[in-house]
Every structure is written in C-alpha cells, then in structure tokens.
C-alpha cells in the first residue's frame, strides 16, 4: 500500500510535468513567451480570466482527490489504487483534461490568440484519443465493474449538473 505523502508527492510532481507544460510552458512558446498583450475586447479578457482561474481550481482539486482518495497519481507509471470518484469526479469523469482544455481556451480568450486556440484544438483531440485508446480500457481492466458501472452513470467530457452517488 502506498502512503499518502508519497500520493501527494508523486502527484505534484506530475502536476508540474504533465499540467504545467500543457497548459502553461506550451501556449507560452506558442505566445511567442506571452508578448503579445491582452486582447482588446474586455469581455475576451474577463471570460479568459475566469476560465483560467476556474480550471485551475479545478485541476488543484482533481490532484488532490488522486493522492488523498486514490492514493496514487495521475501518472499512469504510478496508478491510484482505488477508483477516485469523489469530488468534482462525481460530476466528471475527466475533470483534469477538460480544466487544461479551459486553461488553453482561457489564454486563446485572453490572448485573442487563434494559434493557442489551435494548440487547444490539438490537444483536445490528442487528449480524447489517449483516454479513448488507452485510459478508458486500463481503467476498465484495473477496477472492471465498479468503473464500468461509474462510466455509465458519469459523463466524460461535460459535466452533470448533479453528482453521481455510487448506489
């Protein structure tokens, strides 16, 4: 059995390699290291903003639930071991990749930056793909019906107004 410092450790450390670079080191390369200013449209830059701040807030706590409910990390070299359905996870199935997405669209937003909305783009389809192909079906194998019975009852990509609560 893991411990819980070694969860919180290990998933910082992928915060800062996986999340980090995605949404941050990235779309700065892609900014031209964020040289460009704000956009001129007010309402651009606020909605930009809240995005940003939201999904972060959310990816935070999606980390959390990883090392305190699971006892793992995001990292598939280092698996939770239990299914993390608590949280925002009762509302999303993949709340990490939809708040870098957000994270991304905030700064096309605040940036009024179609090469970052792009970027986005790419990721996004990058993103469905890897959970399609490979996320889903570990998933599956590891936790077998407690995950397919979670998959049906939880949406993927957007998120149910009310939580799920595992009968």
Known sequence: ???RTSAIIGSAVFFLVA???VAGVLPWLVLD??????STALPFVVMGWILIVAAAAALLHSFARFALEGLGTPAPVAPTE???VGGIYRHIRNPMYVAVLSIIAGQALLFAS????LYGL??????ASFVHFYEEPTLARRYGAEYETYRRAVPGWLPRLKPWHDA
């Open 1 to 3: 059995m893991k411990s």
């Open 19 to 21: 999340p980090c670079i």
């Open 33 to 38: 290291r964020y040289r460009l200013p704000f």
């Open 82 to 84: 239990r299914l993390v």
């Open 114 to 117: 179609w090469a970052v909305a």
């Open 122 to 127: 790419i990721m996004g389809i990058a993103m």
